[in-house]
């Protein structure tokens, strides 16, 4: 047994939510916020058999699509400046995957 931990952006949850549980997987969906940016994500746990791993690896992929967004950050130039803004264009989306062994799993 396998239990895959998959971080992904706020706005790819929700398609991928639905294929996984199309397929059968059991998901559970916790909110979470990322250091970058600040943005909203979604932390799903997801229980597999090894056979299993490739397969929902697959769909997440399918499902978390990078895209680049212009964020706006405060910067200073020198000492005693104050904060400027300035746009900058950053890559956001896909996803961190973490694949654990499952030492015992009991289903209640």
Not at 41 to 66: C, D, H, M, R, S
Request: charged share 25%.
């Amino acid at each position: 047994m396998k239990l895959i931990v998959a971080i992904v952006q706020d706005q790819d949850a929700p398609s991928l939510l639905d294929d996984l549980t199309e397929q059968d997987y059991r998901v559970t969906k916790l909110a979470s916020t990322g250091g970058f940016l600040k943005s909203g994500n979604t932390t799903l746990l997801i229980g597999v058999e090894e056979a299993q791993v490739e397969e929902v690896i697959k769909t997440i992929e399918e499902n978390g699509k990078t895209r680049e967004i212009t964020t706006s950050l405060m910067t200073v130039t020198m000492p005693g400046d104050t904060y400027v803004p300035y746009p900058l264009v950053v890559k956001v989306g896909g996803a961190t995957v973490f694949v654990l062994d499952v030492e015992k799993h009991i289903r209640i």
